[in-house]
């Protein structure tokens, strides 16, 4: 049976993720407007993620709004997606990995969706 994955490799995928995104030159600017603490934001980050593999129930927010308050296209999720895979790859065992890149592209197909539904619901003109 295969183990789960433990706190201490979400935290190293954090935090070696969110290092990459930081210096990346097509989402780096966005998170880097956005986040005024990241030692906070690693921190939540860890709790939705522990939330996500672990179903902790650690995360508390909604990750829905916060990201529908962000200037993102398809492309960045595109980015954000090879990112992370490639951090996942790096540090993570071929099962973890492949677990935890599956939960990403579930989660940016859902963000994906629900900012493609709020982009219709716009007044013409905004």
């Known amino acids: 049976m295969p183990t789960s994955i433990t706190e201490a490799e ?16 097509d989402i780096g600017p966005i998170f880097n407007a956005i986040v005024g603490d990241w030692p906070h934001h690693l921190s939540t980050l860890k709790d939705f993620w522990s939330t996500v593999l ?38 993570l065992s071929p099962d973890h990995a492949a677990n935890v890149i599956a939960k990403s592209q579930r989660l940016a197909r859902n963000f994906q ?10 007044p013409a003109g905004n």
């Open 10 to 25: 979400i935290g190293t995928l954090v935090d070696s993720f969110y290092a990459k995104v930081r210096l990346d030159p």
């Open 54 to 91: 672990l179903t902790t129930g650690r995360y508390k927010g909604d990750p829905m709004m916060r990201h529908l308050q962000l200037p993102l296209d398809p492309e960045h999720f595109e980015r954000w997606l090879s990112l992370f895979a490639e951090t996942a790859n790096e540090i």
């Open 113 to 122: 969706a629900g900012i493609a539904y709020q982009a219709t619901q716009r």
